[in-house]
Nanobody
């Protein structure tokens, strides 16, 4: 199994910054994509929204609403993904979930693992 531990959420004023971190641990054979989703109160269909996802190779994918403000990065040696968030606004208020696609053994298909979520509140 894979465990994800998120940190860095909290309360911040508009135009402020926060940095989320997510460390993966467990019986990890390979990690593929790592990224972040968020779920805001009253989101349509109550579905999480993609924020940013970084594959093991290829282009990073960002939500249009965060481009230029959020920059995802990862440290493969530490199995950790980061999300510095700048110029935050109240519309960024949500529970942020870490996601990783990982394989836990040879011959075992990769699957997605989710963190427990960390609250980000942007308010004056």
């Amino acid at each position: 199994q894979v465990q994800l531990v998120e940190s860095g959420g909290g309360l911040v004023q508009p135009r402020g910054s926060l940095r989320l971190s997510c460390a993966a641990s467990g019986s990890i054979c390979s990690i593929y994509a790592m990224g972040w989703y968020r779920q805001a109160p009253g989101a349509p269909g109550n579905q999480p929204e993609l924020v940013a996802v970084m594959p093991s190779s290829g282009s990073t994918n960002y939500a249009d609403s965060v481009k230029g403000r959020f920059t995802i990065s990862r440290d493969n040696a530490k199995n950790t993904v980061y999300l510095p968030m700048n110029s935050l606004n109240p519309e960024d208020t949500a529970v942020y979930y870490c996601l990783t696609s990982a394989r836990v053994g040879v011959g075992i298909r990769p699957r997605d693992y989710w963190g427990q979520g960390t609250q980000v509140t942007v308010s004056s």
